[in-house]
């Protein structure tokens, strides 16, 4: 079966670093673009960064741009989403998802991706 299980969250002051994980089971990795999405309590998913199946083109949303950053490892099977100079704001359940395709590039929208892990929560304090 098709897996998607998220690691690394966790509660981190503000200003501080965090590295989630992604290990992904069941499919042919390099065949799905990835993409991290986040949602907090009251409001609606969220997209974080996406990554093209070749992890040769990525893309952010502005609220995270310049802080975060999206990579892959066809080895592990495993996408990661590198968090820096967290703020309170930044605070939501984050989830992996994958979307197969037969083209490159990235999509931002969450009804595009088929397949989700179940989320790992992050969580930022002042």
């Known amino acids: 079966q098709v897996r998607l299980v998220e690691s690394g969250g966790g509660s981190v002051e503000a200003g501080g670093s965090l590295r989630l994980s992604c290990v992904v089971s069941?499919?042919?990795?390099?065949?799905?673009?990835m993409a991290w999405f986040r949602q907090a309590p009251g409001k609606d998913r969220e997209f974080v960064a996406a990554?093209?199946?070749?992890?040769?083109?990525?893309g952010y949303s502005n609220s995270v741009k310049g802080r975060f950053t999206i990579s892959r490892d066809r080895g592990k099977s495993t996408v990661y989403l590198e968090m820096n100079s967290l703020k309170p704001e930044d605070t939501a359940l984050y989830y992996c998802?994958?979307?197969?395709?037969?083209?490159?590039?990235?999509?931002?929208?969450?009804?595009?991706?088929?397949?989700w892990g179940l989320g790992t929560q992050v969580t930022v304090f002042s």
């Open positions: 998802a994958a979307d197969y395709t037969l083209v490159g590039g990235i999509q931002t929208a969450p009804n595009v991706y088929k397949y």
């Open positions: 069941g499919l042919t990795f390099s065949q799905y673009r």
């Open positions: 990554i093209s199946k070749s992890g040769d083109a990525t």
